[in-house]
């Protein structure tokens, strides 16, 4: 009987060394496996692309632009233009993670839907936005203490500005696109700024980030100057806003009557925040307080 309990004790002994070698084994390939996977990372807009550039995170796809992209992206795919992204192409680089804005709306994130692509979709539809975003993605990819980098530069300028005396000018701000303007409020990316920069932005609690023009109310609020971001293709832009601004009416505005109209560069006064953000705000400050 000893003989047998002794031979039972060797068994389990032996199989348990066996089963935590397997383990051993298992663990390490899986591991092996996880260094392996190469992370893809595509990129729709060129402000996520700057953003993920800072951060430190290759990018391998990238969006069709005529704005100069970082030089980390050299070799990156062309996945398409930001407003029209090449699912066939998105789908054809295996992507861990495809980085979005959600600017465009819910028909957007649908085309990704329907293509079984998994996108991650941010806020930069103001500088609140910019900062949850640089947050967020510096914790999907670990790059917490660049993204804290980032953030400091943001809240250095905002703590500047608003140590700085504010305008008593009346600012109106005016979205040009192709055949298309409208007024651009304070809720707005745009309209954030001229609020950090101390401007008075005539459309302010607005509920919607831009508005139709309405030139009655226009000239009863009487801007002295007159902002105009350009979006698209900037020519064909700026020419829809000088038709607009020739028509009779806005010769009742201060800012038309004084010729205090400026076009800001497209490169610093986007649709969506973006890490200029600190040149902006400079910029603005220039314009306000000449």
Sequence with gaps: MKKILCLISILMVTFSVIGCSSSEVDSSKEQATSKDEKQV??????????????????????????????????????????????????????????????????????????????????????????????????????????????????????????????????????????????VATDKSYIGNLVELAGGNNIFSNATSSFTQINLEEIIKLNPDKILVMTHAVPEAAKKSVEEELSKDLWKNVNAVKNNDITYLENGYFGMSANLQIVEAVEKLGDILYE
Excluded: H, W
Excluded at 45 to 64: H, K, W
Excluded at 85 to 112: A, H, R, W, Y
Excluded at 132 to 152: C, P, R, S, V
């Design 41 to 182: 990372v595509v990129a729709t807009s060129v402000a996520i692309t700057e953003i993920l550039d800072r951060l430190g995170v290759e990018v391998s796809g990238v969006p069709q632009t005529s704005y100069e992209l970082p030089e980390s992206t050299k070799g990156a795919t062309e996945v398409g233009s930001p407003m029209n992204p090449d699912m066939e192409i998105i789908k054809s680089l295996n992507p861990t993670d495809v980085i979005c804005v959600d600017t465009l709306g819910s028909d957007f994130e649908k085309q990704f839907e329907e293509n079984n692509i998994n996108a991650d979709f941010y806020n930069l539809s103001n500088v609140d936005g910019l900062k949850e975003t640089i947050a967020a993605l510096g914790e999907k990819f670990n790059k917490q203490d660049k993204a804290n980098e980032i953030l400091d530069e943001i809240k250095e300028v905002e703590d500047k500005v608003n140590s700085n005396k504010k305008s008593d000018d009346k600012i109106l701000v005016l979205f040009g696109a192709p055949g298309s303007v409208m």
